[in-house]
């Protein structure tokens, strides 16, 4: 029995996104066809090999069972594939990227335009979420490559540098403090004793830009009063700049805000920032798509591993 390695790159995608209606757009195919690929794939086998859990479609054990195989067989064939284009001089292939909002907003745009114009024959998927997300998927080869905040467990992944993200408070134009005098407060950076007073609008508690931030409040010796807590960087803008408290984030974030001053921004004190690292499996194979995105995410640095 043969399977069609097109309906394999379906399931793939169905199960990656959870979702038949986005796998179908990610593929450029309809709907119909998209599940009509499932179908045939399940009359092959004679057994389901998705299921409905909630609003999203997950792999049955069967369906683990073979995306877990044929995962290797999809990334053999690109590799293969790749392979083929680079004897003829043309870097092209497909490279999954998983990175966190502020990257994908603020650090990676620029980067990724210059790859495209370069090589308009690497596909890049890229996917969102938070590190331990992207961490796992990479550590599983659902993705080939992450740009995450440092650090991250999984032994299986090599790690480079890519940037230093400094970290900054901000505050709505006029804004009143608690404890922190009118004359010294234009200019002198904030203390964790300075913020920790403040109905603070902080990231969400697990991810690791939040237990960054907790961690710089400890060795400050002060517990934070935090009145909300959101997972989206620019959802916290928008409520500082609305009035209703200061933050920590990242300086990367609010160059534009602090150009137009329609926030204040103030540096830290003791300073704190995050590292974000690119990640991989050690095993990982690197085709001319993934060197030439890895030697693209190195050049972006410009040579300085900053962002200030």
């Known amino acids: ?34 599940s009509l690929h499932v ?10 090999l998705l299921e409905r859990v909630g609003r999203r479609a997950e792999p049955t054990r069967a369906g683990a069972l073979l995306l877990e195989h044929a995962g290797r067989a999809l990334e053999a064939l690109d590799a293969a594939a790749a392979s083929v284009h ?42 969102t979420g938070n590190t331990t997300e992207i961490a796992k998927a990479v550590a599983e080869n659902a993705l080939d490559l992450g740009v995450v905040t440092l650090p991250v467990r999984p032994h299986q992944l090599l790690v480079a540098p890519f940037y230093t993200d ?39 508690r697990g991810g690791t830009i939040r237990q960054i931030i907790e961690s710089w409040f400890k060795r400050g010796r002060v517990t934070p009063r935090v009145s909300m807590e959101l997972g989206n960087g620019e959802a916290i803008k928008e409520l500082v700049s609305a009035g209703l408290g200061p933050s920590i984030t990242s300086w990367a974030s609010v160059r534009a805000e602090a150009r137009s001053k329609a926030l204040r921004v103030f540096p830290l004190s003791p300073p704190l920032s995050r590292r974000l690292g690119i990640i991989r499996r050690r095993d990982k194979p690197e085709t001319p798509a993934l060197w030439a995105l890895l030697r693209a995410l190195a050049r972006g640095t410009g040579g300085r591993r900053r962002v200030s």
């Open 86 to 127: 680079a004897l003829r001089g043309v870097v092209a292939g497909r490279v999954r990227v998983g990175t966190g909002a502020t990257a994908s907003i603020y650090l990676l745009p620029q980067i990724l335009r210059r790859l495209r114009a370069r090589y308009p024959e690497v596909e890049l998927v890229i996917v």
């Open 1 to 34: 029995m043969s399977l069609n390695p097109a309906h394999l790159r379906t399931l793939h995608e169905i199960s990656r996104l959870g979702s038949f209606s986005r796998a179908a757009e990610a593929l450029r195919l309809s709907q119909p066809a998209v």
């Open 39 to 48: 179908r045939q794939l399940e009359q092959a086998l004679g057994t389901r």
């Open 166 to 204: 400094r970290l900054v408070g901000i505050t709505p134009r006029n804004w009143t403090w608690r404890r922190r005098s009118r004359s010294r407060g234009r200019r002198r950076a904030l203390t964790p004793a300075d913020l920790a007073a403040e109905p603070l609008i902080l990231y969400e």
